[in-house]
């Protein structure tokens, strides 16, 4: 089942931020597609519910370094 997660990420400030996120959002599986905002700081992500959920991608995005929110 597909899901649209929307996270606001207070911490991201460049492009280069962003395909670092969209870098390893694109590595986990159920990951179906994204979209990130530099200027909005916000990320819509659709996953596959049987293969990932929001708290993976909040978790990976904290491994990064950046803080991520559920909208």
């Given at each position: 089942?597909?899901?649209?997660?929307?996270?606001?990420?207070?911490?991201?400030?460049?492009?280069?931020?962003?395909?670092?996120?969209?870098?390893?959002?694109?590595?986990?599986?159920?990951?179906?597609?994204?979209?990130?905002?530099?200027?909005?700081?916000?990320?819509?992500?659709?996953?596959?519910?049987?293969?990932?959920n929001?708290?993976?991608?909040?978790?990976?995005?904290?491994?990064?370094?950046?803080?991520?929110?559920?909208?």
């Amino acid at each position: 089942m597909q899901q649209a997660l929307e996270f606001d990420i207070p911490d991201i400030h460049c492009k280069k931020c962003a395909a670092k996120i969209q870098l390893a959002l694109e590595s986990i599986s159920g990951v179906e597609s994204t979209e990130l905002s530099v200027k909005q700081k916000h990320a819509k992500i659709v996953i596959d519910t049987l293969k990932t959920n929001g708290s993976k991608i909040k978790a990976m995005m904290l491994a990064l370094g950046f803080t991520a929110m559920i909208n």
